[in-house]
């Protein structure tokens, strides 16, 4: 690095990168950063101020709208504390988050199952239970729903001895941490595959839920005519040594809001059939109608088995 000194001869202004228009904005920057030691770094943000820049030029905001946009970002942070993250919520509601989610969970090829946002909800310790068990504690209203799928590899070998994690919101829309009304980690279970790699449960119908909108980002959306709700789902990561785990989410194919899933989440591949029985006993549990079935396969690929840190405790 050149250590500053003064001259005893007169510099050249002529000769020095300094800003002519507003084109040489971008290139005094692009220069000021050349050298950053970390290659990753330097090659993001080299490619943050290109593209920010551009969309200035595009946008041609005035200085008030400038102030605005700044005061919109700084705004995201002061919304931002334990039990909300409006930064993220941000992220959610343009797309971002769901670009890199689909990006980095690739399907072209392999065939397996795609992946979907873990959202801001999922808990550690889910109660383990055993399939065909019940994961609603509570006795709240709702159509029971019964769940059940086989896990299997890309090169369609059924996984014995899977990790099922399931977890969703109650039928009035609220996970239980929302919710003093249920019981601790009320619609979450931990299930395992059986010798043909299946798995069963049951649960109670999801509702859809709002994303918080006391924030920016609620005034961003009501900006947009945008409502706020994300469709009926529930939540699944599948998980087996030697395989890389599934974090998705299956949607509910009777919701109206699929096309406008307020943090974009619904994959094509994702809407599962919930279908509603009027007539008849339950396929285990002999549950008398009317209930919901919901079949739902889920495939993994080979690779590293992790696990993803709970956002909330
Ligand atoms: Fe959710």
């Known amino acids: 690095m050149e250590t500053m000194q003064s001259r005893s001869t007169p510099q050249s202004i002529e000769d020095l990168a300094l800003i002519d228009d507003e084109w040489s904005v971008t290139d005094v920057v692009r220069r000021a950063m050349e050298g950053t030691e970390n ?16 969309f200035l030029r595009e946008v041609r905001p005035t ?18 504390h334990a039990t909300n993250n409006e930064v993220v919520l941000a ?56 769940v059940s799928g086989t ?40 299930f395992q595959t059986d010798a043909e790699g299946g798995y069963h449960f049951r649960t109670v119908r999801p509702a859809g839920y709002p994303v918080p909108t006391n924030g920016p980002v609620g005034e961003l959306l009501a900006a947009q005519f945008r409502h706020p709700y994300r469709p009926a789902h529930i939540h699944f990561i599948v998980a087996a040594p030697g395989y890389r785990t599934l974090v998705t989410q299956v949607f509910a194919d009777d919701s109206d809001i699929l096309e406008t899933d307020v943090t974009f989440g619904v994959h094509r591949q994702l ?26 396969d889920f495939t993994l690929e080979p690779g590293v088995q992790t696990f993803p840190r709970p956002p909330i405790d």
């Open 39 to 54: 290659p990753r770094l330097r090659t993001v943000m080299a490619a943050l101020v290109r593209h920010l820049h551009e």
């Open 63 to 80: 200085d008030e709208e400038f102030e605005l946009g700044l005061e919109f970002i700084a705004a995201l942070g002061h919304a931002t």
């Open 91 to 146: 992220a959610d509601v343009l797309g971002l988050s769901t670009l890199v989610t689909t990006m980095n969970n690739s399907t072209a090829g392999g065939g397996r199952t795609p992946g979907a946002l873990l959202g801001p909800f999922y808990r550690a310790n889910a109660p383990r239970y055993q399939c065909g068990d019940c994961v609603v504690q509570d006795d709240a209203p709702g159509l029971p729903l019964f």
């Open 151 to 190: 896990v299997r590899a890309t090169d369609g070998t059924p996984l014995r001895g899977a990790t099922v994690e399931v977890w969703q919101a109650s039928p009035v829309g609220l996970y239980d941490n929302q919710d003093p009304n249920q019981p601790d980690r009320n619609l979450r279970g931990l």
């Open 271 to 296: 809407v599962g059939r919930f279908q509603q029985v009027e007539a008849g006993r339950s396929p285990w549990g002999d549950i008398p109608a009317p209930f919901y079935t919901l079949a739902f």
